[in-house]
């Protein structure tokens, strides 16, 4: 039903909130509506198309794709217009260019907290439908080894090369209605209450947790050692234990870096 809401409709807020509660029963679903309309955009073809005007569903896009406001403010002006309970937070954030000396002022993001299926719950709709093309951040840091599919490594060599930061628009599941306890290794709200964690943790606490990607936690994946971003060790090898679900089956690949520096 979202994803084949009729063209015009991206004209008028009003009327493309009425279609998309349509075939919502419940708050989740509307939500949910929000979020799969939001993140399954085409944002660069929209904002060929359409002006930046925060008045209609396509401009708000567009001016989105060209930094002149935000995923949270979008999905919060559909709650606001269907009386959905919902606040936009702020703080930084850690992505895969996140190192452990990187100043994180500049690495901000603003998310959603929306009150649905009895509870305050996570959605970022910039995450959730917005990836960079893989790349490899700083070239300080040299490949000396690899484990991979072939494709996928070939990939991130030309990613190495070319610079590649170009986006790719997908839908990911991780970023709607994400349970606070994943949410936390890459986002760090402003304010302890919005972080929806029953012990909130401190800024120091989030720049050394173990980088982890929604990847991670899709495929069921558990750390059950190394915590933490950085490790010390004396010995020539070391061990990383992982927990899976009994009925998972996952082929691994590595890829091993080393700091000129």
């Given amino acids: 039903h ?13 009327k493309l909130v009425e279609y998309l509660l349509k075939a919502a029963k419940t708050d989740v679903m509307k939500v949910r509506s929000f979020y ?46 269907s009386r959905i309970p919902c606040i936009t937070v702020g703080g930084p954030v850690r992505n895969e260019k996140f ?10 993001n603003k998310w959603n907290l929306v009150y649905c299926g009895q509870g305050w719950r996570i959605v970022d709709c910039h995450w959730g439908g917005t990836k960079n093309a893989i790349t490899i951040p700083n070239p300080a840091w040299i490949l000396i080894d690899s484990h991979s599919n072939h494709g996928q490594l070939k990939q991130a060599e030309a990613a190495y090369r070319t610079g590649s930061g170009d986006h790719v628009y997908e839908l990911d599941e991780f970023y709607f209605l994400t349970d606070s306890e994943r949410f936390i290794y890459s986002h760090f709200a402003d304010k302890p209450e919005h972080q929806l964690l029953d012990a909130p943790i401190t800024m120091e606490d989030f720049r050394n947790l173990a980088l982890l990607s929604s990847g991670f936690f899709d495929i069921g994946l558990h750390l059950k050692s190394h915590f933490h971003i950085l490790t010390k060790h004396d010995e020539e090898e070391v061990n990383l234990e992982f927990a899976l679900p009994m009925n998972a089956f996952v082929s691994f690949s590595y890829k091993l870096f080393i700091n000129q520096k």
Avoid: M
Avoid at 2 to 14: D, E, K, S
Avoid at 44 to 66: H, K, N, V
Avoid at 99 to 108: G, I, K, V
């Fill in 99 to 108: 190192e452990p000396n990187l100043d994180l002022s500049d690495h901000r």
């Fill in 2 to 14: 979202t994803r084949n809401a009729p063209q015009n409709l991206g004209l008028n807020f009003t």
């Fill in 36 to 81: 799969v309309w939001i993140c399954s955009k085409n944002y660069d073809e929209i904002s060929e198309t359409y002006e930046p005007d925060l008045d209609t569903p396509f401009g708000y896009i567009s001016a989105i794709r060209r930094n002149k406001a935000g995923h949270a403010g979008l999905f919060q002006k559909f709650c606001d217009i």
